[in-house]
């Protein structure tokens, strides 16, 4: 008789929730709406699959957001947006040669300016948009890794920095192309990552990111490294 | 009569279902190079592409007559197949046959053979 007291709170107490997270997700996909954030931002699949998709694209896909970001990412960054990358969301649009060398013209930042509160309800709606066959618990948070090895894969053998940009004793360092990296940790998911960092075109065919073959180790460890990269 | 119908068939969903891959393959070679290797190479092919400064290693100039032309087409494919570690060079040159077909990266040289405006030797 008490169990099934227990379970009729237990039950009515996710009752009351349920709703609460359901109007939650809603909400903010109402506000994503009323932002027109799909003027820039693809919230639906597919990808860009050909050159003229990829140049007309003007900031990141979002309909895989749920399982690229970190939730505490989007809600700081919805308020307040920061160039992460330097040369734009693809640095064709945004680059010229002037005097036989090529430079980024300032490229556009995001729009984005939600209060506190939108910015809440919009990323909990974000984190709702998820690549079902993505791998989940393949990064494990906190596990030990080489170090040195991981960082001549990042610097010296994939070169991952050549396009890249990471801090070195607070400098900033590495190319511009691609997008930064420093904050990579407080930004994505470890799980998108590992996947992105293999098979680039699985989640963009037409990203300009080129296609390793490296062993399994190697790319955790390059996952792990990449992830240590907090502000 | 049957068995031509059925190789028809055959043969028109082969053709349909490989223009259903996930790139379309109609990009041309001066659109794979702004893409794969403007960011480094540059634009024009100059070598003066914005990742180039930060870079240990200067990118190879495409318009080098000079240069370009001590290097042989298979050479050519090679490093951009399999990238510069392949032929002890840079790893900062990275491999491009997963992401450009093998028809693509042909392309490709015959475009690099363009910007030099010349030929092997």
Request: overall charge positive; hydrophobic content about 35%; charged content about 25%.
């Amino acid at each position: 008789m008490k169990m099934t007291k227990l379970t009729c709170l237990i039950l009515f107490s996710l009752a009351l929730t349920l709703p609460v997270r359901i109007a939650a997700a809603g909400d903010g996909k109402t506000i994503i709406e009323k932002n027109n954030c799909g003027t820039c931002h693809k919230m639906e699949g597919p990808a860009a699959k050909t050159f003229a998709e990829a140049l007309s694209r003007k900031a990141p896909d979002l309909f895989y957001a749920g399982s690229k970001f970190q939730e505490e990412f989007l809600v700081e960054f919805s308020q307040k947006p920061y160039q992460i990358r330097p040369a734009g969301t693809l640095y064709l649009n945004h680059v010229k040669t002037v005097d036989g060398v090529d430079r980024i013209q300032d490229p556009p930042l995001c729009a984005s300016r939600l209060s506190k509160e939108d910015a809440v309800l919009a990323s909990k709606y974000l984190m709702t948009l998820k690549d079902p066959d993505m791998k989940i618990g393949v990064y494990k948070p906190g596990a030990s890794f080489f170090k040195i090895g991981a960082k001549m894969i990042f610097t010296k053998s994939v070169a991952c920095i050549g396009c890249h940009q990471v801090k070195k004793r607070g400098k900033i360092v590495g190319g511009t192309s691609g997008s930064s990296l420093y904050n990579a940790g407080s930004r994505l998911n470890g799980d998108w990552l590992s996947s992105y960092i293999r098979n680039p075109h699985y989640w963009d065919p037409m990203s300009p990111m080129p296609k390793w073959d490296l062993g399994e180790h190697a790319w955790m460890q390059l996952t792990n490294y990449i992830m240590e990269m907090k502000e | 009569m049957k068995k031509r119908s059925a190789l028809i068939i055959i043969f028109t969903l082969i053709v349909g279902l490989s223009g259903l891959s996930s790139k379309t393959f109609a990009e041309t070679a001066k659109n794979n190079y702004r893409l794969y290797c403007s960011q480094c190479h540059g634009l024009t092919g100059n070598g003066e592409g914005i990742d180039k400064p930060t870079m240990g290693v200067a990118p190879k100039i495409h318009n080098n007559a000079e240069e370009m032309i001590k290097l042989k087409d298979a050479d050519i494919y090679t490093v951009t197949a399999q990238g510069g570690a392949s032929v002890t060079k840079s790893a900062l040159m990275p491999p491009w046959e997963g992401v450009m077909s093998e028809a693509e990266i042909k392309d490709m040289v015959k475009y690099l053979r363009e910007l030099c405006n010349c030929t092997e030797k």
